[in-house]
């Protein structure tokens, strides 16, 4: 069967991801995060003095952009992908609070996107891949066959995140994540470059109501349509 590109588009921690995955796996096709991609340039921000309290040394970053490595390798624990930055499995790292209360000013950077956008289309070059993040249906793959963008209301997607986090021992205010949720929002909506919204051509999914169960059946219903 002729392989396709999905592209999965949408709010902060509404399930994409999840449903990315499930798909990827159900039809074999690649899975790739795009937001870990933004997350591990952010962590790499961190630890290599970039950050000034919010202040990003941008000169820096710049110079820098082009020795940060981000790979994909699967977890044979988990049978997900881990996102790797340089070498080093910095799964678990990026999905810190404080990596998330970080990541959105740096992925508003024009030079940061254009290196993950060109990377992101390599990985995608031969098709037969699911990619989920905020600019895939618009920039990344504008020809993408199948395009989804998915939302939740704010309190559900909060929820879910802190349910993520406790259910991993993590340390985590609902309030906290609340209002990082709102915030990186905000920030993705309304930057200059590539952002968030959806595709005209792409389908709205609100899961609000939905199970992962029921959201991951209704995807697959869109695959074979497409496909079909
Ligand atoms: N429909 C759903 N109902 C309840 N929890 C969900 C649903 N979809 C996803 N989740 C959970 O919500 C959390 C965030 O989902 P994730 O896929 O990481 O979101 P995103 O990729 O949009 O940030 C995860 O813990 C996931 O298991
Ligand atoms: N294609 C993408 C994916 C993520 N991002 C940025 O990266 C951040 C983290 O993405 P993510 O997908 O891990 O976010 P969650 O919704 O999973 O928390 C987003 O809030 C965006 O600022 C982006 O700008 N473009």
Same mark, same amino acid.
């Given at each position: 069967m002729k392989k396709i590109t999905i592209a999965i588009d949408g709010f902060s921690s509404c399930g994409k991801s999840t449903m990315a995955k499930d798909l990827a796996k159900e039809v074999g096709y690649i899975y790739i995060d795009s937001g870990a991609m933004y997350r591990a340039v952010t962590l790499y921000s961190i630890e290599n003095g970039i950050f000034n309290g919010n202040a990003i040394d941008t000169e820096k970053l710049k110079q820098d952009i082009k020795n940060i490595r981000i790979s994909f390798k699967l977890n044979s624990e988990t049978g997900r992908p881990d996102t790797h930055l340089n070498g080093v499995n910095v799964e678990s790292k990026i999905r810190s609070m404080e990596v998330s209360s970080k990541v959105s000013p740096i992925s508003a950077l024009d030079f940061v996107r254009e290196a993950m956008v060109a990377q992101q289309q390599v990985m995608g070059k031969e098709k037969g891949i699911v990619m989920d993040g905020r !600019?895939?249906? %618009?920039?990344?793959?504008? !020809? *993408?066959e199948l395009k989804i963008f998915v939302t939740a209301s704010p309190e559900i997607r909060a929820q879910r995140r802190y349910d993520e986090l406790k259910a991993k021992g993590q340390e985590a205010s609902f309030d906290e994540i609340l209002e990082n949720v709102k915030q990186r929002d905000y920030i993705d909506q309304h930057r *200059?470059?590539?952002?968030l919204r959806k595709a005209e051509d792409a389908l709205l999914l609100d @899961? %609000? @109501?939905? %199970?992962i169960e029921q959201q991951k059946k209704w995807l697959f219903e869109q695959f074979n349509k497409v496909t079909g």
């Open positions: !600019d895939i249906g %618009t920039t990344v793959f504008p !020809d *993408a *200059a470059v590539s952002p @899961n %609000t @109501n939905l %199970t």
